[in-house]
């Protein structure tokens, strides 16, 4: 199953969820009603008929627990909406921010940085739980502001290739569309809960009444009513949790052998788990409620069977390794190896045509359709690569808060010394304090970046910009659209990095939801196809055909739409930007239709440059398809 066959998989699992608590939550209104009954004298106890009830007590009852249900629960999911860092620092996690001073704090940081390389997605921040069981957890509602946690135990007692299996594992809910489906049942079943928060609150003020009041046994009878349902609502929202939650574990398990091409690895970190005294368990009073988000059985339950959020670890292991003999035996955990580069300007060249080359035969085949949201050992290799041939100072300065804005500044410096001046002295003016020098810094040492650096440079830049407060982060993206404008036009790498950075940033900073709810259609998009295709023809010289020729070539791909190149001066970036927005809003399947329509409008001349391939790329992360490096 791909990228869009499970995205689209987990949209109509939201929707089965949706009914299932539905019908949890009438079954807690009749019981609601029933209970009121019972409290408050409209039922004959002795005879079992109704009294003084009617239907608009009953009407006034089950709209009460609806609206206790429902702010519940939507109080639970916006206080955890917008970022996964909320849900980190619910359970006292620690942001680990340089890992220098510890080899195990620096091997989780390379490990989550390859991985987000290789398959085209943001860096996520890696956050520590200061547990010694062996677990993690991916967090977030997006990509966009995704997190991963992981226990001091798992760092520790993991090896390299077992640590790679857990993170290829959380990458799997990151890019499965899982994380947004596990706040809803967080907000769910807290909101189902509140019923027994407010037995509990009554069961107190009634128990303190029942001795001077002629209604204190009722209050009390209502209060234990209360609690028993706001329990018992937990109780089979638990049970439909798990019994979602085992399948996409046992999903993600598959995935993270697929990704790593090592079984061994993901198997190894649940034979640990199985030989250590501490387990997965988590000791947090928080942990029962991200149970169904971590790695391992966060929890213990007294009916095991009915509960577990996650499959037996037997089961789990044999589905990787049908032979497996059943013992837990793992043996002892070798020193960390660091990456350590050695290759010269020449072969980092090399490796950059090699991309070009890789690139061009996965767009002519299609093939990249079924990379979208997926990994493999060789794009792993190439993350380790670059991130090898990433200069010090850029790979220090792409991890520093202050320095990250300066390196994205430093990328639209203009090349005419004129206009570059004109961009330090508004840098040193209006940037804050200490990112002008470090833009310095970098305008003397480096005079361009290669060009193969750009993207993996943006994606760990992201998870460092998410370290700023809001108000450094909107100067940032003010003075940036100044320094884009100011040499009065904008070229298309400058669109290309603004676009990917606020489409990121802002869903951290503003919590900007999409235009609509509405899954949309390629028909409903026509002219919004047409202007990105369009973009494409226009963005590279057509060699040996002419451009309507390699927009009719594209067009085929999109099902025979009624589309047609449009002139240049209707391709503008704002118009473009306007496009790209209504197109991630396609349903998942019609996704890959799109991106074929753009990988043929680019090699329909059958020549293709880095500029198309990075510009390609680009795209298919703004319609929030995370496109790993095209290599071969």
Same mark, same amino acid.
């Given at each position: ?161 077992? %640590? /790679?299996?857990?993170?290829?594992? *959380?990458? #799997? !809910?990151? =890019?499965? &569309? ?103 368990? %988590? /000791?947090?009073?928080?942990?029962? *409620?991200? #149970? !169904?988000? =971590?790695? &391992? ?115 639209? =410096? ?219």
């Amino acid at each position: 199953m791909n990228f869009f066959k499970r995205q689209d998989q987990a949209r109509q699992s939201t929707t089965k969820l949706v009914l299932l608590f539905a019908l949890a939550v009438f079954s807690l209104v009749v019981l609601t009603n029933l209970l009121v009954m019972f409290a408050l004298g409209y039922v004959n106890s002795q005879q079992l008929t109704l009294e003084q009830f009617d239907w608009e007590t009953f009407l006034l009852i089950s709209l009460a627990v609806l609206v206790t249900i429902l702010f519940g629960s939507l109080y639970k999911i916006n206080s955890l909406a917008g970022s996964g860092a909320k849900v980190a620092e619910m359970m006292g996690a620690e942001l680990i921010i340089d890992g220098s001073g510890d080899i195990n704090k620096q091997k989780v940081l390379n490990v989550v940085e390859e991985m987000a390389i290789a398959s085209g997605s943001p860096v996520p921040p890696v956050y520590l739980l200061h547990e010694d069981s062996i677990n993690a957890f991916a967090a977030g509602t997006s990509p966009s502001n995704a997190v991963i946690g992981v226990t001091r135990g798992t760092i520790d007692k993991l090896s390299r290739d077992e %640590l /790679q299996g857990v993170i290829a594992h *959380e990458f #799997s !809910h990151i =890019l499965n &569309g899982d994380m947004r489906l596990n706040i809803r049942l967080m907000g769910i079943l807290h909101g189902i809960l509140l019923l027994g928060i407010i037995g509990y609150y009554l069961l107190r003020i009634g128990g303190g009444r029942s001795r001077n009041s002629k209604n204190g046994g009722g209050i009390v009878f209502l209060a234990l009513g209360l609690v028993i349902i706001g329990y018992g609502g937990t109780f089979f929202g638990n049970l439909i949790k798990a019994a979602v939650n085992r399948q996409r574990e046992y999903l993600a398990d598959a995935s993270a052998v697929q990704f790593t091409r090592n079984p061994g690895g993901i198997a190894g970190a649940l034979k640990r788990i199985g030989s250590d005294s501490m387990g997965s368990i %988590l /000791q947090n009073p928080n942990g029962p *409620e991200i #149970s !169904h988000t =971590l790695f &391992g059985e966060g929890i213990k339950h007294s009916f095991t069977s009915l509960f577990a959020t996650h499959p037996p670890l037997e089961k789990r292991i044999r589905s990787i390794e049908p032979n497996w003999n059943g013992q837990f035996d793992c043996p002892p955990v070798g020193k960390t190896q660091k990456y350590k580069a050695t290759q010269s300007h020449s072969e980092k060249v090399n490796k950059a045509a090699g991309l070009m080359a890789g690139a061009a035969a996965v767009m002519n085949s299609e093939a990249f359709v079924d990379r979208v949201g997926q990994l493999n050992a060789s794009q792993i290799d190439y993350a380790k690569q670059i991130l090898s041939e990433l200069p010090i100072e850029i790979k220090q300065a792409a991890h520093d808060p202050y320095a990250v804005r300066a390196l994205i500044y430093f990328m639209v =410096l203009d090349k005419g010394s004129a206009v570059r001046q004109q961009q330090l002295q508004f840098l040193s003016s209006a940037a804050d304090d200490g990112v002008y020098e470090e833009t310095i810094k970098l305008v003397k040492k480096f005079p361009e970046l290669e060009l193969v650096h750009r993207l993996p440079l943006l994606d760990i830049a992201l998870s460092t910009f998410r370290q700023l407060s809001k108000h450094q982060y909107l100067l940032f993206k003010d003075n940036l659209n100044a320094l884009v404008v100011m040499d009065t036009k904008i070229h298309l790498f400058e669109w290309t990095l603004q676009k990917i950075l606020f489409h990121h940033l802002d869903d951290v900073f503003e919590q900007k939801t999409s235009q609509t709810s509405q899954l949309l259609s390629l028909e409903q998009t026509q002219h919004a196809c047409a202007v990105v295709i369009s973009l494409l023809v226009y963005a590279e010289k057509q060699h040996g055909m002419r451009k309507e020729d390699a927009f009719a070539a594209a067009r085929k791909k999109l099902g025979g739409l009624n589309i047609t190149l449009l002139p240049v001066a209707e391709v503008n970036l704002d118009n473009v930007g306007k496009a790209l927005d209504q197109l991630a809003c396609l349903a998942p399947l019609q996704k890959p239709l799109l991106l074929k329509a753009c990988a043929k409008a680019i090699v329909a001349d059958q020549q293709i440059s880095a500029a198309e391939v990075e510009l390609f790329r680009a795209i298919a992360d703004l319609i929030d398809c995370p496109m790993p490096p095209l290599v071969a």
